[in-house]
């Protein structure tokens, strides 16, 4: 056998085990992006937030299915699974420059989305709602308070209507003893806004998303060039000399 067609077969078994690896790695990605937008989707009024997220874990279940037909179709040096392995494979590819295109246009969105939202929806809280068990998961996780700093609390209805001149027990610091969320103790309270800290967290997210599509979209690349090579050697030696004298 060929030397080529070795190293080509080679290429394309690693790479069918690394589509596998590949396929168990984005799914993580794609439920750890879920779930960090799954805690904060009150902030989030559209919800093409999860699109990329979700193209993420489609392409991990295809790839998981490529990686099985990469194997049979490098072992059998099969032609017509060797071109079904490339075509699904130029689809991923495409699938996952798409993603990548959308985390990073969305990545540009998340400022005005968030800060779009957030205000509408401290204005809501009573302290027993959904509304208010959200931004109090989010104070509490980013150690945070109020949209732009704790002060915005002053002019909500809750702040009026409870009449204490306090803010939530979640603007708290965690060390803080006795900490009634009373203004008048603002060294116990947390000072810093909860716009810029969701929008800082949610574009490391996406940030982070990008890389893994990106180094992924690479290995389809190369998983294309490997296929290419293997058919071109089988295609050349399916020649074969018609004669083996010498003309005089």
């Not at 979209?217 to 293997?230: D, Q, T, Y």
């Amino acid at each position: 056998m060929d030397c080529g067609v070795i190293t080509s077969k080679t290429v394309l078994l690693l790479l069918s085990l690394a589509f596998w690896a590949a396929a168990a790695g984005l799914s993580y990605v794609g439920a750890y992006v879920i779930n960090t937008y799954k805690s904060y989707d009150n902030f989030l009024q559209d919800k093409y937030a999860l699109l990329p997220a979700a193209i993420i874990i489609c392409v991990a279940v295809v790839m998981f299915v490529i990686g099985l037909i990469g194997c049979c179709a490098t072992f059998r040096e099969s032609r017509v699974g060797l071109g079904l392995f490339l075509a699904i494979i130029l689809v991923i590819f495409v699938a996952e420059v798409s993603a990548f295109v959308l985390g990073f246009v969305y990545r540009e969105k998340v400022k005005t989305d968030v800060q779009g939202t957030m205000q509408s929806v401290f204005e809501k809280y009573d302290g027993k709602n959904p509304e208010s068990t959200v931004v109090d998961y989010l104070q509490e996780q980013l150690h945070c308070c109020g949209v732009k700093n704790y002060s915005d609390w002053t002019t909500t209805q809750w702040f009026n209507s409870t009449g204490n001149n306090s803010v939530p027990q979640s603007c708290c610091q965690q060390e803080a003893k006795n900490c009634t969320g009373h203004l008048d103790q603002p060294q116990k309270l947390n000072t810093r806004g909860c716009a810029q800290e969701l929008e800082s967290g949610l574009q490391s997210v996406i940030s982070y998303a990008m890389l893994v599509i990106l180094g992924f979209a690479i290995v389809k690349f190369f998983g294309m060039l490997s296929i290419c090579v293997l058919t071109c050697k089988k295609e050349e030696s399916g020649y074969q000399p018609l004669y083996s004298g010498v003309f005089a």
